[in-house]
């Protein structure tokens, strides 16, 4: 017997309506290269989507054909998002920190249309234009009176179209399977992979996120996604804002400039934000330097990467809450946070920087599993590793134009190539990516803990561990280090007696080297594959 309850569709079309009739005098406020703080409301935005669409619709494009973006988290780029996807087209968010050869790879894998740029962006696309052969126009996200001059052949401005179209188009009706974006996971080897996004998978992980225990979202919020809309999708806030009431504060091309972060927060009285450890750390020292306070802000989530616990503590000295998220661009992108208990005083502090540093319970929707070399089962003891899988509706089920991947090997799961820890109470702790994974005399050491420990000391901004190879161990980690500002007389000595009492003495990094800064990918992950290539002469002192 089936129930009897009405099949609507959860497109993000509904998102549209939503927020129009419920919220839509809350503000989106935006930093552009036009304008240094653009505001309108939720309604005058949805208002020109609808405009743009309608211009759109004059293009003559399929259902389902892609439309890029290579844009900062703004205004227009919002409305991209939505006038694109709710037209039955998909919004390719590309990531404009890639290399220009995989930027080339994917608008041409994606067999992009057309391409809404940034005026920032125009220089780079004018070098790549004319190896993408299948793209029809480039639109310019600006004013008439903004438009940069370029050597690009089919140029939009954008403000002319969005004025050329109608306010009173109607939004198709989509089947809530339709794609409506698309975003290719940056690589770190073999070449870039699409991840397609349904309207359904966007609504439930928007709706997912809200949950108090997740990103805790409400009409009472200013959230400022500082997670870049060209990659996942700013973890879902420009779904999940509008749906909660909440204002949007984009920062443009600022997303890494901490004195513009302290400005829009104190301004704009931003009460929660996303973003990458770096992004932290550049706020935090800008507050540092200039004494200035954030006092609006409650609560942060920090992921992408391991959160280094210098950061929370920091931001506990701002009362400010960290949570660590995790998730990835398979999974939309998130799959848990850490909501930490509340009840502090029932640990000793040690204690309570570990359980801190995890990466959290799955939120409702993420089923999780750690499995063994033979897939079998791990338990949720907090201590058994193994290899983390996945599986929801908001995680992808095979990758864009790609038949089998290894990561989909067993049916109904996505193994997400990273390795982890369960406790019994569900806290999740991730302790490296599969292919970085230390194995010292047959047992696993955890790269992620040991570099914890290492960016904790005072002289340190920035670690890395890889297995080396060991005559005797067959790997040891070796301990890379970028030296602080005050690391000047770091010593080798002084670094690995840091290690004392805080880890097993056997994780302990067999050496040091420094130097001066680390590999990154374009979305700012450390590149270990360089790093070991890096150091593959190196032998340990006998
Ligand atoms: P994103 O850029 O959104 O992080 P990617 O797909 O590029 O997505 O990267 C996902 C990977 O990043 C994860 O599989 C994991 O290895 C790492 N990661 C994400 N969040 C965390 C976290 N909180 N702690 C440790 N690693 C993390």
Redesign the pocket.
Known sequence: MNGLMMDTSLSITSIIKHAEQVNGDTEIVSVTSDNPRHRYTYREAFARARRLANAIAGWGLEQGDRIATLAWNDYRHFETYYSSACSGYVCHTVNPRLFPEQLVYIINHAEDKYVFLDPDFVPLVEGLASQCPGVQGWVVLTSEDNMPGTSLDNVICYETLVASGDEHFEWPELDENTACALCY??GTTGNPKGVVYSHRSTLLHAYATMMPDAMGLSRKDVVLPIVPMF??NAWGTPYSCPIAGAKLVFPGSKMGDGETLATLINEEGVTMSAGVPTVWLGLIAYLKASGKRVDSLKSII??????PLSVMEDFDTFGVDTH???????MS?LGSVNSSPSSREDYSDGDYAKVRLK?GRPIFGVEMKIVDDDGKDLPWDGEAFGSLKVRGPWICSSYFKLEGSDAHEEEGWFE???VATIDPDGFMA?TD?TKDVIKSGGEWISS?EVENVATDHPKVAEAAVIGHFHPKWSERPLLIVVKGPEGDDLSEEEMLAWFDGKIAKWWTPEAVQFVDELPHTA?G?LQKVKLREMFKDYSFPE
């Open positions: 996971t940056s990659h996942v920090v992921g992408g990467a391991a959160c660590v998220g995790w998730g990835m661009t398979e992108p990466a997400t190539g990273d991730i990516r992620i979305t992950k």
